[in-house]
């Protein structure tokens, strides 16, 4: 039923920028708590920014002041500007969802994820 698909992955140099996008189906993106997650090699899933279906985000403490997250109602996706980006921030990142409008800690929907990797 509802399906997220994430694009925009790839191998950086320390201090660069990527954009992820997430495409959305199944739910509408400005009415349900929806975000970022990412797990790197042999540590948790943590999240990165989630954005409720009011329009609050919220950051990873890792991520603030460099990552911004916004949705497009009318295309119903998902972005997430990742500036400033440092080694420790290479893993898979994944598009998740919510059943609520309110962020919860585990999202009940997952994309398959895009690889993002900083290195010299």
């Known amino acids: 039923q509802v399906q997220l698909v994430e694009s925009g992955g790839g191998l950086v140099q320390p201090g660069g920028s990527l954009r992820l996008s997430c495409v959305v189906s199944?739910?509408?993106?400005?009415?349900?708590?929806i975000g970022w997650f990412r797990q790197a090699p042999g540590k948790e899933r943590e999240m990165v920014a989630i954005?409720?279906?009011?329009?609050?985000?919220y950051y990873g403490d890792f991520v603030k002041g460099r990552f911004t997250i916004w949705r497009d109602n009318q295309k119903n996706t998902l972005s997430l500007q990742m500036n400033s980006l440092k080694t420790e921030d290479t893993a898979m990142y994944y598009c998740?969802?919510?059943?609520?409008?309110?962020?919860?800690?585990?999202?009940?929907?997952w994309g398959q994820g895009t690889q993002v990797t900083v290195s010299s």
């Open positions: 998740v969802a919510d059943d609520l409008p309110i962020p919860t800690t585990k999202p009940p929907y």
């Open positions: 199944g739910l509408s993106v400005d009415n349900y708590a």
């Open positions: 954005i409720s279906g009011g329009g609050t985000t």
